[in-house]
């Protein structure tokens, strides 16, 4: 019996709608809120109405693409969260609108499980090579640094996370610092490639365990600038890649150290990486790297995979599907979730 899934993500700032048929992504449509570059960071009112304007559109044509009807649909599978809550309402509503029109079974989705899950994505052109079971993901994002056990598709242990500020937060609040703008990690990346990695130092924090924190990074940063503008106007424009090449090195260092230490203490060797920040090519590196020295086998998402996006929602919603793990129609959305 074929299975054909409509994936519905809306965490934050993108619309995005997937079309996935028996496990194979068909379309993966996202719509990109370029209104937050003017404010240094996304205004959740602004994304939530530009979701209204979007998401109609983005499904029409994610099934388009594919080449379905309403009518072929046997699932909708939404983010429930974490994410912006006024953004989350919006997927959600529409979600539950369609499922309840078309009576068909509506899917919650862990925004943060659907990300590791990317790993598990094969669309019309590839089939690409899945990690095993047990593997360790690293997911890191704007809002979320995780380490974690992955034993099944739908059974997840963290076994360490951030206590305050995540690795996508470092970069994006370093990068407006020196005046870069909005979004700031890729930015950052670029302008690294051209810089001298141990050019500068900035302090990493002593955290016990596999825990992460960015929050002191973030400060000392902001305070070496600081002091360093005072003695010379200059210093940034002129620094520019060399610092962004030692933030980004120190950040990376930061992250590769625990995965370093869960791989031993678990005894794990395959390793992933999931979210937006594992497109930056100074992770990837050293993920590679540490491959290299301690015989990992890595993975590392397709970039149209590692951000936000409606597919990773689609693949989640299989697997949840196939146990039939449903929700009804009162599901509300949750601005805060975790992976259980």
């Not at 649909?73 to 609108?97: C, E, H, Q, W, Y």
């Not at 690409?128 to 242990?157: C, R, T, W």
């Not at 890729?186 to 365990?209: L, R, V, Y």
Request: net charge negative; with cysteine; proline share 4%.
């Amino acid at each position: 019996m074929s299975i054909t899934i409509l994936g519905i993500e809306s965490s934050c700032d993108d619309t995005s709608a997937s079309i996935l048929k028996d496990g194979v992504i068909y379309s993966n449509i996202i719509a990109n809120q370029t209104v937050h570059m003017d404010y240094g960071g996304v205004v959740p009112e602004l994304a939530s109405r530009a979701h209204q304007q979007n998401i109609i559109p983005v499904v029409h044509q994610a099934m388009d693409k594919a080449g379905v009807t309403a009518n072929e649909i046997d699932a909708v599978a939404f983010t429930r969260g974490p994410g912006l809550l006024g953004s989350l309402m919006v997927g959600t509503s529409f979600a539950k609108g369609f499922a309840l029109a078309k009576n068909i079974p509506l899917i919650e989705v862990n925004h943060l499980q659907a990300h590791i899950l990317a790993h598990f994505i094969d669309d019309l052109k590839n089939k690409y090579e899945h990690p095993e079971f047990p593997f360790l993901a690293l997911l890191v994002s704007g809002g979320n640094s995780q380490i974690i056990v992955v034993k099944d598709h739908l059974e997840m242990e963290v076994i360490g996370e951030t206590i305050d500020d995540a690795a996508g937060e470092a970069f994006d609040k370093c990068a407006k610092v020196m005046g870069l703008p909005y979004p700031g990690g890729p930015i950052i990346d670029k302008n690294a490639k051209q810089g001298n990695p141990h050019a500068f130092e900035f302090s990493k924090p002593k955290i016990k365990g596999l825990d992460y924190s960015f929050s002191g990074l973030k400060t000392s940063f902001l305070y070496f600038i600081r002091d360093r503008v005072k003695e010379n106007p200059n210093f940034i424009q002129e620094n520019m890649n060399d610092l962004c090449a030692s933030l980004q090195h120190t950040i990376v260092d930061i992250l590769m150290n625990k995965v370093k230490r869960a791989a031993r203490e678990t005894g794990i060797n395959e390793v992933a990486i999931a979210g937006g920040v594992s497109a930056n090519s100074g992770l990837q590196n050293a993920l590679h790297q540490s491959a290299a020295k301690y015989n990992w086998k890595v993975y590392v998402p397709q970039l149209g995979y590692s951000l936000d996006n409606a597919a990773m929602i689609a693949i989640t919603g299989y697997f949840k599907y196939l146990k039939k793990e449903f929700v009804g129609q009162d599901t509300a959305p949750f601005a805060r979730m975790t992976i259980k």
